[in-house]
């Protein structure tokens, strides 16, 4: 480049190159050079530069993470992954059981810190969330209410995607993730019941156990695990208690993981009313590839 292009090029963008005390330098855009005289910019103070550097910061640490992690292919992939043409609101059946289920776990962490999983105080524990820890009662009725709303959104997301056909080939497997989630989501409901230990709570867990023992061959097995003792009891409490907080809700994040993971791999079933577009061009059948167009043919191409 020679002095005239670098002029040319600082003109472009409505800069000037002037000389200021012996040294070559171009003013900001739309600024005179005579301006620079009784105007001169002025330079930044050290708490504007905290400022700037405080607003780039989180950007900063994302771009610190993204280097480390190379997560934003995964999260670019998730977030504009194309749909197929019809998706409607059916599909949000699936976002909406996950964000039930955000809801139950967070507002089950709050529960937990006053609930205590004893026989004896399990009753007035409950009491007391509701009667005297603030906005108490509303986390325990988001937290009840929520785990009908679980249940009810996750048998309406299965209805979608067994009515859209969306448990054939290749979504078999994410099909029986999704049966797996739906007895963790009913074992949920069903120990989270026994937990207020009140008369109601203590003797639908009995009926519930009892159902459970006349399934076949492992049914008694399963009744006699779930009761932890010959009666329903102290017991029968801490192992709900267990199932209810650790190991269901352990298992339910990671097949969501699994599930969520195949839906982004594999993509969404069309509705199955769409029907697949029509090629634009008649192609000749030698030009096809078992019905792909094969050698780097197109349409265009025939002679
Ligand atoms: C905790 C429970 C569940 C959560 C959080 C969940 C979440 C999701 C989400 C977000 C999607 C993608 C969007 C959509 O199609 O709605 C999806 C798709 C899917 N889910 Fe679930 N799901 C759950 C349970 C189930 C159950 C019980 C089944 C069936 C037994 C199931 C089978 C499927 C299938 C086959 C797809 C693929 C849909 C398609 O390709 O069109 N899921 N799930």
């Known amino acids: 480049m020679n002095a005239q292009e670098i002029l040319a090029e600082v003109e472009k963008f409505g800069a000037t190159l002037l000389v200021l005390d012996g040294k070559l330098k171009a003013t900001p855009p739309g600024v005179l050079p ?11 103070t050290d708490v504007q530069k905290l400022g700037e550097k405080a607003t780039e910061a989180p950007a900063d640490v994302l771009a610190w993470v993204d280097q480390r992690t190379a997560a934003s292919g995964f999260l670019t992939g998730m977030l504009y992954r194309k749909v197929p043409k019809g998706t409607n609101w059916f599909y ?7 964000f039930a289920f955000i809801s139950q776990a967070v507002t089950g962490v709050f529960l937990a810190m006053f609930y205590t999983p004893s026989a004896t105080q399990a009753y007035s524990s409950i009491a007391h969330i509701n009667n005297e820890v603030p906005l108490g009662q509303l986390v325990h ?6 785990s009908s709303l679980m249940v009810i959104l996750v048998f309406l997301h299965m209805g979608r995607t067994f009515f859209f056909g969306a448990y054939k080939y290749p979504r078999e497997l994410n099909w029986v993730i999704g049966v797996v989630l739906l007895i963790l989501t009913m074992t949920m409901a069903f120990t989270g019941y026994l937990l207020p230990f009140d008369q109601r709570s203590f003797w639908a867990s009995v009926v519930g156990i009892n159902i459970n023992g006349t399934g076949p061959v492992v049914g008694p097995y399963l009744s006699d695990f779930l009761r932890a003792g010959p009666e329903l009891g102290a017991t029968t409490l801490s192992r709900f208690y267990a199932i209810h907080m650790l190991l269901v809700p352990g298992a339910i994040i990671a097949l969501i993981g699994a599930h969520i993971y195949l839906v982004v791999k594999l993509g969404t079933t069309a509705p ?6 029509k090629p634009k061009v008649a192609v000749q059948v030698s030009q096809l590839d078992a019905g792909v167009e094969g050698n780097g043919a197109t349409p265009g191409d025939q002679a």
């Open 92 to 98: 949000t059946l699936g976002s909406a059981t996950l």
């Open 141 to 146: 009725g988001m937290h009840k209410w929520g």
């Open 272 to 277: 199955p009313w769409m029907k697949a577009d």
């Open 34 to 44: 005579s301006d620079l005289k009784t105007a001169p910019p002025q330079r930044q």
